[in-house]
């Protein structure tokens, strides 16, 4: 099936893109981005085009520190634990406002926190912030926030988007138009207006003194303004990045990375370390796909080394397994359960009794194709990789059925059940933050898509989630990771690398790997 157009030659989409977008002004920081968002509601998404922007608007209690694994202080400047676990104290800066100018006070951690776990709001990602059995401000400046239960990944994932803090009075005054025509923040950049999938403008906060010590400039940011626009073709952003027309982008075309290195125009750092996975999930509830064998069949039916190499140019590593081998908890015992055999995996089909074929070869029982419909975004790499796996598919009999979506659209699409596979590339910390976030079966019906119900998964999550110690974390965690990998829940393709392209006018432009963000606060970048 094919999925895009043709592209235009890079001239002709650099004169078109000169003819749409504005003349740059001065002391304006201009970002391309391939994916815009439904909205701008940090509690109400899982989805990183949200989330990079909320973080420019936005704080958290505590931020990441560059080596992708250390909390260090933001909004709190210094915080305690209980020996159990179960309470941690945060100490609050005094002087910090919102773009507003209200006055941040503990009032609104309650405030913001209480917001996410409320069901009304229908938060995915409420889990991050742990089990809140209670939360208190003794003082305008100290929060007691307590748990249910231990979790041992709660201060790492406290840096994430959707444990910013808002501003009750913004939440309450827009309504159901909250993200959508504004958001207020703590954040070093503060909301001017959103045109959806063509320009975000935001401008500095000028009274912003507190950023994280990660960087060397505390705030406010070097630049008055910053403009994102939405640039969804990959060719048109790589002839406006060469042009010099956008000053940054972390969507630069992946296959031209090495190209881009070479120019005397731009600076390209990669985000190290990175943990980011371009999977297809299955939903196991679907006829077509609730058979492991059948979705065991279509995992060892692929050559992942050749469609890095093919349709990545070598900018990915294959992927064998849901974790990253590199990252914290990852199970040694999950290597070698996928591997190529297109042989086994016609054995499988026959097996689960799909030995019927049309004229076309697709695989058929009791007069039904094998023709699974899989959902993707239409941008970057998403049409060529998967266009590239559905011929490998055909040739064991299976006839993908690819749906193409827009990014905005993506998401909602996403929360219904009339699909048998979808695709995304998901960034992570963890193990142990991976197996939370898909495997739960707390998490049905989003973002556990797969519908995957299992007591003994369920339990092994909790063993590692609520730990107190390396061993016991590490535990759980990797048992997890063997009961899914065999279940085959997922098709795991490639390991991603991420970049940040600059031109060379673009200074201290250092590369973050928080949840595909790259640019985070844009502190230090600088003429």
Same mark, same amino acid.
């Given at each position: 099936m094919k999925i895009l157009e043709k592209a235009a030659p890079a001239a002709a989409l650099v004169s078109a893109l000169f003819a749409w977008a504005a003349p740059a002004q001065a002391q304006t920081l201009n970002m391309a981005k391939a994916l815009d968002s439904p909205h701008y509601d940090s509690q109400r998404t899982t989805w990183s085009p949200t989330s990079d922007v909320t973080h420019m608007?936005?704080?958290?209690?505590?931020?990441?520190?560059?080596?992708?694994?250390?909390?260090?202080?933001?909004?709190?400047?210094?915080?305690?634990?209980?020996p159990d676990g179960k309470l941690y104290t945060f100490k609050l800066r005094d002087d910090v406002q919102f773009c507003s100018g209200k006055k941040f006070t503990a009032a609104d951690v309650l405030y913001s926190f209480n917001r996410q776990r409320d069901p009304a709001t229908r938060a995915p990602y409420a889990w991050r912030a742990g089990k809140i059995k209670e939360l208190r401000a003794p003082d305008p400046y100290t929060v007691e926030y307590e748990l249910t239960e231990p979790y041992s990944d709660l201060l790492v994932q406290l840096t994430m988007f959707n444990n910013s803090i808002h501003n009750k009075d913004s939440v309450e005054a827009l309504g159901k138009d909250y993200g959508?025509?504004?958001?207020?923040?703590?954040?070093?950049?503060?909301?001017?207006?959103?045109?959806? $999938?063509?320009?975000? /403008? *935001?401008?500095?906060?000028?009274?912003?003194?507190? !950023? +994280?010590a990660m960087y060397k400039n505390p705030g406010p940011v070097k630049f008055e303004r910053l403009s994102i626009k939405i640039v969804p073709e990959d060719s048109s952003r790589l002839a406006a990045m060469m042009s010099g027309r956008f000053d940054v982008t972390?969507?630069?075309?992946?296959?031209?990375?090495?190209?881009?290195?070479?120019?005397?125009?731009?600076?390209?750092?990669?985000?190290?370390?990175?943990?980011q996975l371009m999977y297809f999930g299955f939903k196991t509830t679907r006829p077509l796909v609730s058979d492991k064998?059948?979705?065991?069949?279509?995992?060892?039916?692929?050559?992942?080394?050749?469609?890095?190499?093919?349709v990545m140019l070598g900018q990915a590593e294959p992927a064998y397994t849901y974790i990253d081998p590199n990252a914290l908890d990852f199970a040694p015992s999950t290597k070698g359960i996928i591997k190529e055999d297109v042989? $086994?995996?016609?054995? /499988? *089909?026959?097996?689960?009794?799909?030995?019927?074929? !049309? +004229?076309?070869?697709?695989?058929?029982?009791?007069?039904?194709?094998?023709?699974?419909?899989?959902?993707?975004p239409q941008v970057t790499y998403f049409p060529r990789m998967t266009e590239a796996i559905q011929g490998y598919m055909?040739?064991?009999?299976?006839?993908?059925?690819?749906?193409?979506?827009?990014?905005?659209?993506?998401?909602?699409?996403?929360?219904?059940?009339?699909?048998?596979?979808?695709?995304?590339?998901?960034?992570?910390?963890s193990a142990g933050e991976l197996m939370n976030f898909y495997f739960d079966s707390a998490q049905i019906p989003v973002?556990?898509?797969?519908?995957w119900k299992d007591a003994a998964t369920d339990a092994a999550i909790q063993k590692g989630r609520?730990?107190?110690?390396?061993?016991?974390?590490?535990?759980?965690?990797?048992?997890?990771?063997?009961?899914?990998?065999?279940?085959?829940?997922?098709?795991?393709?490639?390991?991603?690398?991420?970049y940040q392209t600059t031109t060379k006018k673009i200074r201290n432009a250092r590369t973050h790997m928080l949840f595909q963000y790259t640019f985070y606060k844009g502190l230090d970048h600088s003429l």
């Open positions: 608007i936005q704080d958290t209690l505590v931020a990441l520190d560059w080596d992708g694994k250390t909390a260090i202080p933001l909004l709190a400047k210094s915080w305690t634990m209980s959508v025509k504004g958001i207020d923040g703590t954040g070093p950049w503060c909301w001017v207006s959103w045109q959806p $999938r063509t320009e975000l /403008l *935001l401008r500095r906060h000028d009274a912003y003194r507190w !950023g +994280p972390n969507h630069f075309p992946t296959q031209f990375i090495d190209q881009a290195k070479k120019s005397p125009m731009l600076n390209v750092e990669e985000a190290k370390p990175n943990f064998r059948v979705r065991e069949a279509m995992n060892i039916a692929i050559n992942r080394a050749e469609l890095v190499k093919s042989a $086994r995996a016609n054995r /499988l *089909l026959d097996e689960a009794g799909w030995t019927q074929r !049309g +004229p076309d070869g697709i695989r058929m029982k009791n007069g039904e194709r094998l023709a699974p419909v899989v959902f993707i055909r040739k064991v009999g299976i006839d993908w059925k690819i749906t193409a979506l827009e990014s905005s659209i993506m998401p909602g699409r996403l929360t219904g059940q009339d699909f048998d596979l979808w695709t995304v590339t998901v960034p992570y910390l973002p556990n898509r797969m519908n609520v730990a107190l110690t390396t061993a016991d974390r590490s535990a759980g965690n990797q048992l997890a990771q063997e009961i899914v990998m065999k279940e085959h829940l997922w098709i795991p393709v490639m390991n991603v690398r991420m």
